[in-house]
């Protein structure tokens, strides 16, 4: 769908609420005259590895939509003939709208909090709830790309339900033993010491991560360390580790709870003391690790976001958000991130806090790509209708995707995206079926650059349940978000969606093929659900 104007605070395109979670029908007839025309309106640059960017057709000339047209938001082509299904009070798209835009995420925070509420034994809110963060909290098996930048891997399996499958669109960068070296890094760790930080499983888990991590980063790397509670205060400058590992381990020992929580004073001295210590060809990144219940001093979203993008703008800086706690203020923390041109991941015990700050450490500390986005084009020969499954927050406007002062997203190495869509495909149609462009930004020179992938009718498995492992893992992952997130509300369930017991299962199915402890623990939450749901 096209969406134009900008959020005024953000400068993204306007985010749309949760609840127009949109299905999105495809007009059935678009002259060749205008898919000819749309081939003559990209850009014509090329990447380094000499992948086509100029919107070109790569299927043999035939003439389907492409990605990324130039052509003005709301212009009517056509009349709509397909008649939309499901709740009435869904949001559909314009006539007709064959094309997919949104700015790349790589959150996981909403799953880890999740598996933390059905742990508690509880459901966990709806609103917390967002599929692709379920999704990309698993390990995939994509090709990865030989240079810098993105591969492309689109394929997709049919469901139960008639005419409608699972597409899959995935994304990889290159791991940081590919990568080579990686650019020093100087890290500004902003760390919560409010009085709820007490609660086991917050600060006395992030200070066991933080320690461990410092024995792991690198002599020219630095680190500054600001904490915050009804004030805040820098209480390590940033100092380059060399010999001075023992400095930062002394005064992470040192940290204790105390007071109420000024998240926003945090963020102010935080960047303050990361711009004053900036590095030049280093990546310049802060850690904000929080519960994030802002309950003192500046705690207007807007107010405290304002501060983060400043520092973006002017310094290039980016955020890291690590979520703790059984109360979570996730909304917040997901749009301090979102804000900062960065991530967020959330940790409930000391395996997943070792995990962040250890094993996935460079992939959280560098970056491969800035404000990357991905469009999916459809195209109308084939598909009836489809649906993005979750990145509801991310939306782009379609004829945004070439337009590098729109926000996207940061990518680091060693990361995967992953998203997913419903696609009703036409009674008996065959041939093209969509293809899936990134573009991005390169961190350090801000060259542009793109990479494509397409997928066939023909190409799709004939059964979601017997098609390969990872992809029935972020099926099973997609189905439990969608359940979570709607509730009692079943007018518009995905197409192929099991009931939740049946989904548990399957997912127990799924973690024995896959042999991996995350799908275990994914079918550990199915199964906790379905019994809370009763």
């Known amino acids: 769908m096209t969406r134009t104007g900008n959020d005024e605070h953000t400068g993204r395109p306007r985010r749309q609420p949760r609840s127009g979670r949109p299905w999105r029908p495809v007009a059935a007839l678009i002259g060749l005259t205008l898919a000819g025309g749309l081939l003559l309106t990209g850009c014509g640059a090329s990447d380094s590895n000499g992948s086509s960017t100029d919107g070109s057709n790569k299927s043999g000339g035939r003439g389907f939509p492409q990605p990324a ?263 917040l923390m997901e749009r301090l991130a979102d804000k900062g041109d960065g991530h967020t991941t959330y940790v409930s015990n000391p395996e997943d806090a070792r995990k962040v700050f250890c094993e996935q450490l460079p992939q959280n500390i560098d970056l491969t790509a800035r404000d990357a986005k991905a469009q999916v084009a459809f195209d109308p020969g084939t598909v009836k209708q489809f649906r993005l499954i979750g990145y509801d927050d991310r939306q782009v406007a379609d004829e945004d995707f070439r337009n590098d002062r729109v926000d996207g997203g940061e990518v680091g190495p060693g990361h995967t995206v992953t998203a997913l869509y419903a696609v009703r495909t036409r009674p008996g149609a065959s041939g093209h079926l969509a293809t899936a462009s990134v573009r991005w930004l390169d961190p350090d020179t801000r060259a542009p650059h793109e990479e494509s992938g397409q997928l066939e009718t023909g190409s799709l498995d004939e059964d979601l349940w017997t098609s390969s492992t990872r992809l029935q893992v972020d099926a099973v992952a997609a189905y439990f978000a969608d359940d979570l997130r709607t509730g009692d509300d079943k007018a518009n369930p995905l197409p192929g969606a099991l009931p939740l017991g049946e989904l548990a299962d399957r997912a127990r199915r799924v973690a024995s093929a896959a042999e991996d402890k995350a799908v275990d623990d994914l079918a550990d939450a199915v199964e906790r659900a379905s019994g809370l749901m009763g």
């Open 69 to 331: 047209p130039n052509r003005t938001s709301g212009t009517s082509q056509g009349e709509q003939k397909d008649t939309p299904t499901g709740d009435a009070s869904r949001e559909f798209a314009p006539s007709p709208d064959y094309l997919s835009t949104f700015a790349l995420d790589v959150d996981t925070a909403s799953y880890g909090y999740a598996r933390r509420a059905l742990a508690d034994g509880r459901l966990p809110d709806a609103s917390t709830v967002r599929p692709e963060e379920f999704v990309n909290s698993f390990r995939q098996d994509y090709r990865r790309p030989d240079g810098n930048g993105f591969s492309v891997t689109v394929d997709g399996a049919r469901t139960q339900e008639k005419d409608w499958s699972l597409v899959r669109v995935g994304l990889a960068t290159r791991t940081a033993a590919q990568s080579g070296k990686r650019p020093p890094a100087a890290l500004t760790f902003v760390i919560d010491i409010s009085g709820s930080m007490g609660e086991p499983g917050r600060l006395d888990l992030a200070q066991d991560a933080l320690g461990v991590m410092t024995d792991r980063l690198r002599d020219d790397d630095s680190v500054a360390v600001v904490t915050f509670s009804d004030e805040a205060r820098t209480v390590l400058p940033m100092t380059r580790l060399g010999h001075h590992r023992d400095r930062v381990h002394d005064v992470i020992r040192g940290l204790e709870p105390t007071e109420s929580t000024n998240l926003g004073a945090g963020v102010r001295t935080g960047y303050a003391t990361a711009v004053k210590g900036l590095r030049e060809g280093a990546t310049n990144r802060v850690v904000l690790i929080s519960d994030a219940l802002a309950n003192t001093g500046e705690t207007d979203a807007d107010a405290i976001l304002e501060n983060i993008s400043t520092a973006r703008r002017e310094h290039g800086i980016t955020l890291f958000g690590v979520g703790v706690g059984s109360e979570y203020g996730d909304a």
